[in-house]
């Protein structure tokens, strides 16, 4: 089995900066590519950055700039800064982990999502 937990959502002011985590934890072998997401009601979720096990990082054009994706592999944890806040990025935030288990068997693992709110 595998678990992640998130932490880091909240209210904050436009402009305002927040930090996401997520660690994973349990059967693990190896962490390939780690993630963030997000979604709003009615909507898919989409990307929002990742960071491959080598540190490739990528960025969706609408937080480019302003957000940063990082990972710490000793506390199998990845990170995502997320500075100069719009309301439009109100969303659930998930975090997505590519890895092998114990049993060799690759699968992706998502987190149970935190809220993040930009408002006045």
């Known amino acids: 089995q595998v678990q992640l937990v998130e932490s880091g959502g909240g209210l904050v002011q436009p402009g305002g900066s927040l930090r996401l985590s997520c660690t994973a934890s349990?059967?693990?072998?190896?962490?390939?590519?780690m993630g963030w997401w997000r979604q709003t009601p009615g909507k898919q979720r989409e990307l929002v950055a990742q960071?491959?096990?080598?540190?490739?990082?990528h960025y969706a054009d609408s937080v480019k700039g302003r957000f940063t994706i990082s990972r710490d592999n000793a506390k199998i944890t990845v990170y995502l800064q997320m500075n100069s806040l719009k309301p439009e990025d109100t969303a659930v935030y998930y975090c997505?982990?590519?890895?092998?288990?114990?049993?060799?068997?690759?699968?992706?693992?998502w987190g149970q999502g935190t809220q993040v709110t930009v408002s006045s």
């Open positions: 349990g059967s693990i072998s190896t962490i390939y590519t």
């Open positions: 997505k982990v590519y890895l092998r288990d114990l049993s060799g068997v690759t699968s992706n693992y």
């Open positions: 960071i491959s096990n080598v540190g490739s990082r």
